[in-house]
């Protein structure tokens, strides 16, 4: 969909945000209604909003991990075990930074794949992508294609918001189309035009 579409409005609704005044999502065949995004969180749904959403003074395993910490016997942070569990998925993702580099250093593509990581950490089963392509290099961008791909051949459902409809034959199974905050239809990528798509 276009700006106005209702697109973020969905996306907030699937991961807490807002309240559904309609409608029933389920998961696994189950209804479920999130009042907090914790509670989404919780159910295996992550979000990565368009504005990255990390704390450019922490380093890259503390925004991670920020408010899910690992702890020693003592009760303290045991930052050699959250910096090791921080590389672990970095490399998952195929970006070598140190877990120790504060956020503020990296540039936004692979702040954008910290993020991804943030989501992975807290086992996510549904990756909602906010725009993710609008303010990172062709490069960033082949380097998400690859994650996305990744991610799907091990079980994460990618939830992917863009009007970008060139980006949609390298990682699309499926579409579906609002316009004016109305659901207009849903179908699989591979039986629709690009003139179609337009037209939808």
Do not use: C, W
């Not at 062709?138 to 990744?150: G, H, N, S, Y």
Request: proline letters at 5%; charged letters at 25%; aromatic letters at 4%.
């Amino acid at each position: 969909g276009e700006n106005g579409a209702g697109k973020s409005t969905f996306m907030n609704i699937l991961s807490g945000v807002f309240p559904a005044d309609a409608g029933e999502l389920l998961l696994d065949g189950n209804p479920i209604a999130f009042r907090t995004p914790r509670e989404a969180t919780d159910a295996g749904i992550s979000i990565i909003h368009q504005e990255l959403n990390l704390i450019p003074y922490l380093s890259v395993a503390e925004n991670i991990f920020l408010g899910r910490e690992p702890l020693t016997p003592l009760g303290f942070v045991d930052r050699k075990a959250m910096n090791r569990m921080a590389v672990n998925l970095l490399e998952r993702l195929e970006l070598k930074v140190d877990p120790r580099a504060l956020i503020s250093s990296l540039r936004v593509g692979a702040q954008q794949v910290v993020e991804i990581a943030k989501a992975l950490s807290t086992d996510a089963r549904v990756i909602i992508m906010d725009e993710p392509t609008s303010a990172i290099s062709e490069q960033e961008v082949a380097a998400l294609f690859r994650i996305i791909t990744e991610l799907k051949r091990s079980g994460v459902g990618i939830i992917y918001i863009t009007h970008k409809l060139d980006e949609l034959p390298q990682i699309a199974d499926d579409i579906t189309v609002l316009r004016d905050g109305e659901f207009i239809t849903s179908m699989p990528f591979a039986s629709v035009t690009h003139d179609e798509m337009v037209r939808l």
